[in-house]
Structure formats: C-alpha cells, structure tokens
C-alpha cells in the first residue's frame, strides 16, 4: 500500500450510522483524520432503539463500558421479540436469542422437539428456552452458561434511545479524535478523470476535503445517490409498509426485557421499554389504512401517556445498488431500509462498518475489492429480507385484506427454497455467514405455524420415555434457572441504572 494509503476520511451525517462509523474508525485505525459533518437543523431520524445481540461485538470493538453505555443511554435489556397476532389473530410466539435445549448427538434439538410434539412428549418450544422463560417473568442477568449444565445461558442485546446512543458515540469518537463540523452540505466538487468525490463544500462555502468518503446521511442519500447516482432497488412489492408512526409514552409497567411487536389490520405495532419511557411506533402500509387510522391505532394501543405529538416517518423498503460506489460507502439509511420487525438496521451498519474494515482500500480504489464488498453487504441483506418477508407472508389471517395480499404474494426464490425444505423434512440450511441462526428461523416458522411433514430420522435413536426424560430434564432446569434470575428493573437498578454514577 505505501504511498497510497487513505488518509483522510469525511463521514457526511451524525445520525446511527456517522457516529457508529466515526467511534469504530476512529478506536481502530491509526493515522485517520476522520472529520464528520452534520446539521443539527436537519436533525436525525430519532428512532432506531432496538437491537439483536451482535451489538455487544461492536461495544467490544470500540473499547466500550457496557454498564456505563447503558446509563448512558436509558437502555435495557433485550432477550427476543414477542409477536402477536402474526399468524393468527390470538397467536403468541417469541422469537428468543440464543439456543434452545441442547443438541444431542449430531442432531439440533428442534429435530427431537417435532418428534417430541408428534408424540405428546414435548411441551411449548419456549420452555426449553431460558430466554423466553426468564423474558416472560420479566427476569435477566448476565448468565453466558447454566452453571453445571452443558446448556446455554442468557443471550442478549439492548433497547436504548437512538438520541443519547448518538451522543454517547459521539463522546467516544470526540475522545478518540473525530472532529466535527456543524453544518449542511449544499453540493460536492469532483474530480475530472475518476468522477471520485474530493470535497463536500457546505452552504457558507466551505469546502472540507477527503480521500474516501462515508454518507451517512440518512434517506436524503446526499453522496450515494444525489451525487453518483447509484441506484436503488425497490423491495416494496415484497415489503409494502411504508410509513410508520411513533410516539414515546410514559413506562406503565415493569420494563419488560424483549421488545413486542403487534400485527394490526395493516401493519404490527413495535413497544420497546426504556429506561426513562417506552417507545412505541406503528409501521403499516398506506395503500390499506390511512395515517389518521394508523395514528389512531397506535394511540389506543400504547400503555402509558404520549409523552409527544404522533409524528410520521415515510420510507421506502429496498436497498442502494451498490453500497460503495467510487470512493463512497453508504452506511445506514443511505444505504437501503428494510424495517424494524427484527431490530437490523443497526445491526447493518455495524456490518457494513466490519467489512468496510476488512475491505479498507487505498486509494487506487481496486474495483476486485470494491466489488467483493458489495457483493458481501447484498448478501446479508437480502437474507435479512427473506426473514423478514416470512413474518408477513406465512399468515393465515382472513381479517382484512392486507393479510391477505401478504399471504397470496410471490416471495423471492431463496425464501421459497427455505420454507420448501423445511415443509418437507424440518431442515434449515443456515448459507454462508448469513445472519440468523436455525433457532431463530424455526421459531418464526413455527411460530407462524409453519410445521413440517417430518423429523429427522436419526431423531429416532431415543426411546419415547427417553425423549420424554430429556425433555423434563431441560425443563425443569431453564425453569429452575430462570427463577433465581433477578428481576430485570432490579439488576439494572444495581448495575446500569440511567443517572447512577459508575
Ligand atoms: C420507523 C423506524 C423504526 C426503526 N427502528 C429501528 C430499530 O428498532 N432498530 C434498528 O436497528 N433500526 C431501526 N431503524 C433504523 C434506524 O433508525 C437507522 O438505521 C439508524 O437510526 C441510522 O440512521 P442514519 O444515521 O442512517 O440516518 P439519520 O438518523 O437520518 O442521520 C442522518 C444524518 O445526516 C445529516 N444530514 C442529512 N443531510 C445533511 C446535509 N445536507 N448536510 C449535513 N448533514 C446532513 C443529518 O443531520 C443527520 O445527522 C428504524 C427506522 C425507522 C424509519
């Protein structure tokens, strides 16, 4: 590399992803400048305050305090996502972190489990979970095994107010020598032979250069799109809901460790416990209930008092053609938008930020190496996609013609492929480094009532009272377990209570 190294890196937008990239560039590159503009005028999107339990990979890479990034940010603990109503209306399943039971043998517990079901043998799959079962009594600790079992422990991830994780990141990237500069970019200057961006020039003038070049700028895309014109694909067809309406209420109950997610007539509605209040939104699309009705929804489905005005937020489900294009990598929303159902927008940007990492150019720029980024951040969000397009289209709701759409629409081919498999022998096949684990794909499937034809038949090898004993077994400890465990306000009180200092 040499001479050519990149030396000085513009992140444009301080939102999520602009200070997610600027504390993770900044705690692991030497020899950046690394300068950030945003506009406070312009503000940020302001929701995002769910998570999925890889987040704590990217706490550990900038060096972060767990604790105190919980004070920080009013947060609270997250064992899975409770839906309801999703495949049928009463329907009540959670799609909870981590493993469930333990494999025996070469086969994963879910292969025993449908066996167990056919036989009267099994009970509910979340009782084998100690995420579900501590989540339903509103219990956590930081448990990573049961101590003298070869089973598991407590998986996690975090809520917390995407305005104060902002500002806390900020204080990270600030301390590690990010400087910032307030303002709004009204245009960028290229360079004549490469089309490279070399400068993104403010409203007063002001011109502030670079080598390589992040748009976090949200939906506005200003770099990505507004400047190089890269394109973006439409997975509306797939994912309708384009709007969402969220509202913070007062807490009105003991913050619950997992966030909900309500399906409504046209949408689903997600509640998420903070600390200091509740967030609570209702995403739904536009073409079946208009925005007073979904505002009406959500307000007479939240728990405490609003705490503000209703507002709206628009979008469009799909991604960039190319996350990085030239000397541009788009993080964040600038990049694509696929919605919250199962916290993974921040979580992309964290997987952006790696592979940006892992791929980090000089400045020649290599297309090889442009190309296999683009083709690695694709990956992972299609699959994401797919996950998320089975939510809505393994329903057998008949109650209003969303559902229904949902139900009767074409799926992308390697969803299709997915739920094949799994139909005829209760296989899933996790590709590559793909991002949802089986666990959590059978919960959803199963979940959504989606229940194979068959087992494996190695899963035979267990007499029906030994199945029945293994089962028992791992009851009676996730249950044993989950009843010593703290509650979850009472551990964050003694550990990471917001305005308790360290
Ligand atoms: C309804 C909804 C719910 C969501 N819930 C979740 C969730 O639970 N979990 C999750 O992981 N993700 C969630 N997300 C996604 C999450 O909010 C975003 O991924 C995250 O906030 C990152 O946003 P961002 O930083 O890309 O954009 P923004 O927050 O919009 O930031 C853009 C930045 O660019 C700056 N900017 C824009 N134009 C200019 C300009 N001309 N000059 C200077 N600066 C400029 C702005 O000032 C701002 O600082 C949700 C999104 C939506 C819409």
Not at 12 to 23: Q, S
Not at 137 to 161: E, M
Not at 201 to 223: K, M, Q
Request: with cysteine; charged share 25%.
């Amino acid at each position: 590399m040499g001479d050519g190294r990149i030396t000085r890196v513009v992140i444009v937008g301080g939102g999520t992803a602009g200070w997610m990239a600027a504390a993770a560039l900044s705690r692991t590159m030497d020899d950046l400048s690394i300068r950030l503009v945003e506009s406070d005028e312009i503000g940020t999107v302001g929701v995002g305050e769910a998570t999925i339990p890889a987040i704590r990979l990217f706490n550990a890479l900038i060096g972060i305090d767990e604790n105190e990034f919980i004070r920080e940010t009013g947060g609270t603990f997250k064992l899975g996502i409770q839906f309801h109503d999703w495949g049928r209306i009463g329907d009540t399943y959670m799609h909870a972190f981590g493993q469930i039971g333990r494999s025996l043998g070469m086969l994963p517990f879910q292969q025993y489990w449908l066996r167990g079901r056919n036989e009267g043998v099994a009970g509910r799959l979340g009782d084998y979970s100690l995420n579900e079962t501590a989540g339903r009594q509103n219990r956590f600790a930081r448990l990573p095994q049961i101590p003298n079992t070869s089973l598991d422990g407590i998986a996690y991830a975090f809520h917390f107010d995407a305005a104060l994780y902002a500002a806390y990141l900020r204080k990270v990237a600030e301390a590690a020598g990010v400087e910032r500069t307030e303002g709004k970019v009204a245009r960028v200057r290229r360079n004549d032979e490469s089309g490279h961006i070399e400068a993104v020039v403010l409203e007063n003038g002001t011109a502030i250069e670079g080598e390589l070049f992040i748009d976090c700028s949200g939906f506005r895309a200003l770099l990505i799109e507004d400047a190089l014109e890269t394109g973006f694909e439409d997975w509306t067809h797939w994912l309708p809901c384009d709007r969402a309406i969220a509202v913070p209420s007062e807490n009105a109950s003991p913050a619950r460790p997992y966030t909900q997610a309500i399906a409504h007539k046209a949408g689903w509605q997600w509640r998420i416990p903070l600390q200091h209040r509740t967030g609570n939104g209702h995403v739904f699309c536009s073409d079946f209930i208009s925005e007073d009705e979904a505002t009406a929804t959500l307000l007479a489905n939240i728990e405490g008092r609003p705490l503000a005005e209703p507002r709206t937020l628009r979008f469009r489900t799909g991604m960039r053609r190319k996350a990085w294009n030239s000397n541009v990598v788009a993080l964040g929303l600038a990049s694509g938008f696929l919605e919250p159902l199962e916290s993974t927008s921040i979580h992309l940007i964290q997987n952006g930020i790696a592979k940006l990492l892992a791929h980090f150019p000089d400045r020649d720029f290599d297309a090889a190496n442009i190309d296999a980024y683009n083709r690695r951040v694709r990956f992972d969000y299609e699959r994401i996609r797919d996950f998320i397009i089975l939510h809505y289209h393994a329903n057998e709701r008949t109650d209003a013609p969303f559902w229904v759409r949902c139900r009767e629409m074409g799926i992308p081919e390697t969803l299709a492929r997915k739920i094949e498999l799994f139909k005829s022998q209760g296989q899933i096949v996790r590709e590559g480094d793909e991002l949802f684990i089986e666990i959590g794909w059978f919960q959803v499937l199963t979940g959504q009532n989606i229940m194979p034809d068959g087992y494996h038949p190695m899963a035979d090898q267990l007499t029906t009272d030994e199945l029945a004993g293994f089962f028992a077994d791992i009851e009676t400890i996730v249950a044993r377990t989950a009843s010593h465990l703290p509650g979850h306000d009472e551990f964050i009180a003694q550990h990471c209570a917001a305005g308790v200092p360290a």
